[in-house]
């Protein structure tokens, strides 16, 4: 692997025992996945934000690099974590567990990240443009870049994404490169879409075909006429936790699908597929009542939250209920009065957290809600039953 | 004999072999306490990584699975160093940041367990003794 004479200073320790260790990473990645050279990058998104995911091990590496003089080079947010960096007290999170979130967030500080935990920077200012180079973990977000916004990366882990920081490099492999980034896989929609919970229901069939074939292919999706950045961001994040897919292309609304001719092989998704994967996730009947309903995986927009105050003014929830969004984008729903619409209501924002990563196990029994990815991790880190409703219902639900 | 591949992690180690023909999983499969595999029907299933030289074809599971290699190391229960047929990314990190030598494109088969071996991370070369 070629490295410049800075990226070798940087192997070498002339910047520091942090840097130092973050191109071994870098470099380390290179030579297994054959990149000739790094790439600059212009943003770093980190994931292994939550303690619950991280443990003691990962709270001792990140304040290891901080202590070693790791500073962040480029713009660089966070993930969410495992609470409300504010308020973890009215989501009964446990104070030890805080005061370990506490340290880890510190850590990234003292780096110099930036420390929003959300899992959809590219709605406040980390938002890469065309043709980028960045280094993002976070799958859902991963996927949005490449596919709406047409940057470029490969979906990092939570200290190859920090090494990117550190570094203000990447090895250029994999999604940086054009040719990887071509279709390979035409998906007719023989569907009519609308909303979140429709667009997540095609992340599942979708990212399930992809899943079980032998050869990993990005889909070229045609047939869906339009759709909404809140609608696109449940499908990211849908496709990404079924198929483990970091990139896909729709006709006439992603950037880089006009550079492609749609790939001969084609698999048709009929209404009937997409019903078919909701009845997987949604269990209308057992013996548990819902006790537990969320909405903002990925976090909510703030078109999002104002709709939720609009069907929440003047009701009252009668279920633990979590809006979990960004720190700002709350600061404009307060700033609009729906937070407080919102919370009159009796529901509670959970902010820089969401159901996913937050240490909830046992807890509840069963959650409500419009993701798919929520559903999955509900199910499989959580073991509660799930009810997979469109985001109108979710709230109806909550107010039952 | 020496057998010749590509370096991942630096630093030298020697120690007794530990070899499965299975990929393995830090995360969920070996225990971060005990350093012993715990993933159920694996080939190593009970028997403790500590002190050894891991030799695997490739590694497999959650990212998170760097960190449980980081921990075994705070711990003293890292393997002494890792040969690979297949480095990839979890097991990659894990061994740098825990500063675990390591080395991949092995023809692992030519190595047993309870072979002594020595894993040179600065040439990417293995000695079998």
Redesign the interface.
């Known amino acids: 692997m070629h490295l410049i004479p800075e990226e070798h200073q940087m192997l070498s320790g002339e910047h520091g025992r942090a840097t130092q260790?973050a191109m071994?990473?870098l470099t380390?990645?290179g030579?297994?996945y054959e990149a000739e050279e790094m790439v600059p990058v212009t943003s770093v998104q980190i994931a292994?934000v939550s303690f619950d995911?991280?443990?003691?091990?990962?709270l001792?590496?990140l304040s290891e690099m901080a202590d070693g003089g790791g500073q962040a080079r480029v713009l660089t947010t966070l993930n969410p974590a495992g609470m409300d960096i504010e308020n973890w007290q009215a989501l009964g999170i446990d104070p030890e567990f805080a005061r370990n979130q506490e340290r880890v967030i510190d850590a990234y500080a003292r780096m110099g990240v930036v420390t929003t935990c959300s899992c959809t920077p590219y709605l406040f200012g980390n938002l890469p443009h065309f043709g980028e180079h960045i280094a993002w973990a976070e799958s859902s977000a991963v996927c949005y870049a490449n596919s709406v916004l047409g940057a470029r990366t490969n979906r990092e882990?939570?200290?190859?994404a920090l090494a990117a920081a550190l570094t203000g490099r990447t090895p250029r492999y994999g999604l940086h490169l054009s040719k990887n980034r071509q279709p390979g896989l035409t998906v007719r929609v023989d569907a009519g879409l609308s909303g979140t919970r429709a667009f997540g229901a095609l992340g599942i069939v979708v990212g399930r075909a992809i899943e079980a074939r032998q050869v990993k292919a990005i889909p070229y999706l045609r047939g869906i006429p339009t759709a909404s950045v809140d609608e696109l961001k449940s499908l990211c994040a849908s496709v990404a936790t079924y198929g483990g897919l970091a990139m896909f292309h729709i006709e006439g609304i992603t950037p880089e699908s006009s550079q492609h001719p749609a790939p001969d092989e084609t698999l048709v998704v009929t209404q009937g597929d997409l019903d078919e994967a909701i009845r997987s996730l949604d269990v209308p009947t057992t013996n548990e009542e819902v006790d537990f309903v969320s909405l903002g995986c990925p976090h909510l927009s703030l078109n999002e939250i104002q709709r939720a105050a609009e069907l929440l003014k003047g009701g009252h929830v009668r279920k633990t209920f979590w809006i979990t969004t960004s720190r700002p984008v709350k600061r404009i729903a307060d700033q609009m009065g729906y937070t407080e619409v919102i919370e009159e209501a009796g529901a509670i924002f959970a902010v820089d957290t969401c159901c996913v990563v937050a240490p909830i196990k046992g807890r509840f029994k069963r959650i409500a809600t419009d993701s798919a990815k929520a559903c999955y991790y509900a199910g499989a880190k959580n073991g509660f039953e799930t009810r997979f409703l469109p985001f109108d219902e979710v709230i109806e639900e909550a107010l039952k | 004999m020496i057998l010749n591949g590509?370096?991942?992690?630096?630093g030298q180690a020697t120690g007794e072999a530990l070899v499965t023909s299975m990929g393995i999983s830090f995360y969920g499969g070996v225990d971060?306490e005990t350093g012993q595999v715990v993933e159920k029907s694996h080939e190593l299933e009970g028997q403790s990584i500590a002190g050894r030289v891991l030799v695997f074809p490739t590694g497999k599971g959650s990212?998170?699975g760097?960190?449980?290699l980081?921990?075994l190391k705070?711990a003293g229960l890292a393997p002494a160093a890792i040969i690979n047929v297949?480095?990839?990314?979890?097991t990659?990190?894990g061994c740098?940041?825990s500063e675990i030598p390591c080395v991949?494109r092995i023809p692992i088969e030519q190595i047993e367990t309870g072979m002594q071996v020595s894993v040179d991370g600065e040439t990417g070369s293995v000695e079998v003794k």
Do not use: C, H, M, Q
Not at chain 1, 53 to 58: C, H, Q, T
Not at chain 2, 6 to 10: D, L
Not at chain 2, 86 to 90: Q, V
């Open positions: 260790k071994e990473i380390a990645l030579t297994i292994g995911n991280l443990g003691e091990a990962g001792e590496f882990g939570g200290p190859s | 590509r370096k991942i992690s630096t971060p990212t998170v760097s960190y449980t980081y921990r705070k297949e480095a990839e990314t979890i990659a990190v740098i940041i991949d």
